[in-house]
Every structure is written in C-alpha cells, then in structure tokens.
C-alpha cells in the first residue's frame, strides 16, 4: 500500500509518520516539499506520488493570525483538502483528514454530534468546514476526522506553553470558561492507523466513509488542564515558580484575542465507538501519557 502524508512535521505528522510505516510505502511530505497553498504543487505532489491513501494532517493553525491571513489560511485549510479529493478520486485512493471543534460555534449544551449544524466562529474555523466540505464534494472516499485540542511530544502546543511559563512566573492566569478534551497526537495516529489497516483489509467498496468525532473520553476546561500538568510535572520532581494553586481562573472576556472561541467545544465521540469499536482513553491519561515524555 503507498501512503502519502502531508504536514509530516507538525505535531501530529510526526506521530502519523511512526504510526503509517509498518502499513506500506509513506511518502511523507512537509512544507519544504510542497506549499499546499499552491493547488498546481499540490497536484504534482499526488499524481507523482500515486498513493492508495493520502493523510493529510497539514494545516494552517495560527487561530489568531488566521484573521488578519484569511487568504493563505483558507488556500491551506479549505482550498487544497478539494485539490487532494479530486486528485484522490482519479486514483480511486482514500483520503484522511482532520478537522476541529472550532466548525461549531460552541453555544449547545453538551457534546456535539457530526449532525449537529456547524456555524464557526472565526476564520480558522471556516476554513477547515469549507475544506470539509470541499473534500467530501469531491470524493466519497473520505475520512475526516474532528478532534480537539491536540497536544504531542513533537511541535508547540498547550501543555509544553504551561511548563515553560510556570518555570518563569509565580502565578498563571487560565481562561476557565472554554470546556473540550485534550487529545494525545499519538492517539489521532494510532486510531487513523487502526483505520488505514481496516481500509485496506476490507477493500472500498464497503467501508464506512464520512465524518467522526475523535477526542479522548472527558471534559475539562484550559484552567483544569493548566492545573493537571502543573501537578504532574511537581510530582515528577520538577521545580515550578508557579504551583497548581496559583494557576488563577480568568474568564474568556478577561483574554480578549483576535480570533472568538467556542465556549463548549466537546465532541461527542459515539459513532466512531461504534462504528469502529474503539475504547478512547480519558483526557487526563492522554495528558500524562504525553508528559512522561516531556518531564
């Protein structure tokens, strides 16, 4: 089987890359080897590769400066997700790929399902609904994966932010009012793995395509998170300025930024369970499974 992985040095690209290698042949590539806001680069990077399946876990991420690179944002995030489909389809080859909490608009009381109605609130998250939908226009031979916030051993990400700061200040200050499940990169790979196995397993014609919620199991807020990792690394042996009781609560409105946040972005996970049978480890062992890396 010959895989394609694009955005094979981001956080979960790097996991992607240990996770893919015993299916078959993984070209992986990176943005020195293809600017996916270029839709002709794009194309030649397919049809040279000529992959069965293509994972594409590039992306533009910058939430913030999304607002003010609505242009580049949108050729990465909406634009090249309909170049890869249409290139996938003349293959016949499966495309994988991920998406995020940001496509809702956080108002619902409790988890989101993947028929609830997406309404972002922000460019980053228009981005990425458009590029699901261009996706699924274009080849009904597709997974997209949502998740929520992604933490790795490789790349920047939140709990990495949090070791750093605590080290340097004698108190944190964490929005406590934005709720979701922090979500290990290994476990993204290692479910898609799971997936790309039962793909090629099974043959096309009967797989079960469309859309899947993928998080860990649980709920906490950033000002929760904030506090396990703190905790952890303390119990790890690790000398902190800033311990899990000066991590102060603050309110999203206390943190304006460019970029409007979802308030509730939990994703109920029940069809892909289901569908696949997967037992998805709660937020706190994704966390810790991370750090012990880490610290």
Not at 182 to 191: G, I, K, Q, Y
Request: aromatic share 6%; with cysteine.
């Amino acid at each position: 089987m010959n895989i394609l992985l694009t955005g094979k040095d981001g956080q979960l690209g790097a996991e992607l890359r240990r996770a893919l290698a015993p299916l078959g042949e993984v070209t992986a590539a990176g943005r020195a080897d293809c600017d996916l806001a270029d839709a002709d680069a794009v194309r030649a990077l397919v049809r040279r590769a000529r992959p069965d399946v293509v994972v594409n876990a590039a992306a533009y991420t910058a939430v913030d400066r999304a607002e003010s690179e609505r242009d580049l944002a949108w050729a990465v995030n909406a634009a090249a997700p309909g170049v890869l489909g249409e290139e996938a389809a003349r293959l016949g080859a499966l495309v994988v790929h991920y998406s995020t909490d940001y496509v809702f608009d956080g108002a619902k009381e409790g988890a989101y399902t993947e028929d609830d109605l997406p309404a972002p609130l922000n460019a980053y998250g228009a981005g990425k609904l458009a590029g699901e939908r261009a996706l699924a226009a274009a080849t009904p031979r597709h997974l997209i994966l949502r998740t929520s916030w992604v933490l790795g051993v490789h790349g920047g990400n939140f709990a990495k932010t949090m070791l750093r700061l605590a080290r340097e200040r004698d108190s944190l200050r964490v929005v406590a009012d934005q709720y979701g499940a922090p979500t290990p990169a290994a476990l993204l790979a290692d479910v898609t793995a799971h997936l790309v196995r039962q793909y090629a397993r099974e043959g096309g014609e009967h797989f079960p395509y469309g859309t899947y919620h993928l998080t860990s199991s649980g709920v906490t807020s950033w000002h929760g998170y904030a506090r396990h990792v703190l905790a952890a690394a303390l119990a790890a042996g690790h000398a902190l300025a800033t311990t899990p009781d000066r991590v102060l609560p603050v309110t999203t409105a206390d943190y304006p930024a460019p970029a409007r946040r979802p308030a509730n972005s939990c994703l109920d996970t029940t069809r892909l369970r289901q569908t696949f049978g997967f037992v998805l480890p709660s937020w706190k062992d994704g966390v810790d499974g991370v750090l012990a890396h880490l610290l």
